[in-house]
């Protein structure tokens, strides 16, 4: 079969494209701009014509992806704004959810092959910064952030724009779901990942360009910029890239993922655990807080779902398998 991949050259896309093509599909990927298929083209150059790619420029374009969905058979749908920076909420609502949209107007109008959609959202659109004891389900939804970007507009903060975004883009894909029942071919399923760490296979022009996650992995752990309190108090849950990718993969598969929303979460963290672990692979790492006891940290909004096992059988990698693939990545580009 043939899998459709928006946003194809980010930083958790790369690895579903590897994860396809190593299963034996045949993988379209949509790009902004096509300076952005090169470095793809020979990272997977011994697939041949089993990877392809279409630019698609502006997502939020009624019809954007009428022409990328024609002849296959599955879309996974990562292209979204992600990052701290945004001056309005808008900036990341719109693209959010009119991507969302639009791809999915498209297959139901010109992807008569299409049976399975995977929307990527977050665990952004799950949990609340209000009970911060809660164990938060797939039964959860956070509307808090989408109250804040309607209330503050223009002061909203961009953690909630970011995390407003999410919340209604996976919202839309629901309603449309709901909205066109009988007329569609496919399902979705939406995949819910925590902050994701682990490897970075797209192209990075320089260590500043890297993807936002890992951008917090890196200045945390490895340059050490962040201070003691930090270290030992800010964290949150985490999930392998190559764990949420394979989710992204067996949903394509699984039957019994149809209609459900799937939290990735390995567990949690506070910085400083990242770098007692990082420690244990290179102990000429920066110390860090030397007075955290890992046994004394609260960990907040955890996340409480089996689905990753109980509908796809994926075993997590653990965080001493993460920071020694990632630190060894950082050494093969040279960042460390
Ligand atoms: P990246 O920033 O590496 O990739 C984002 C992709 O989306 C890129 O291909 C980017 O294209 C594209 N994109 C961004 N903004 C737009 C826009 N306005 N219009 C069209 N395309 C756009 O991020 P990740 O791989 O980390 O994120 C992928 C998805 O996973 C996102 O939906 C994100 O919300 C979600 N996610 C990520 C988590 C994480 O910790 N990494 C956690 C939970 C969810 P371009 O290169 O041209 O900018």
Known sequence: GKVLVTGSNGYISVWIVRLLLEAGFSVRGTIRTPDKAAYLQKLFASYG???EFVVVKDITLPGAFD???????AIEHLASPFHMKSSHPDDMIIPAVQGTHTILQSALQHGKNVKRIVITSSSASVDEFLDYAKIYTEDDWNNQSV???KEKGKDCPPVHSYRASKTLA?????????EHNGQLTFDIVAICPVYVYGPVIQEVKSVDALNTSMASWYNNVVKGTADDDTLANVGGSWVDVRDVAATHVKSLMVEGAGNKRILNSAGEYKWQDWILAARKIDPKLSAGNTSYDPEKAVHLNRFGSTRMHDILGIAY???EETARDSLANFREHGWY
């Open 49 to 51: 014509d089993k990877l």
């Open 67 to 73: 022409e990328a969905v024609k002849g296959v058979d």
């Open 147 to 149: 109250r804040e970007a």
């Open 170 to 178: 996976e919202k839309e894909a629901w309603k449309f779901v709901e």
């Open 317 to 319: 990698h653990t965080e």
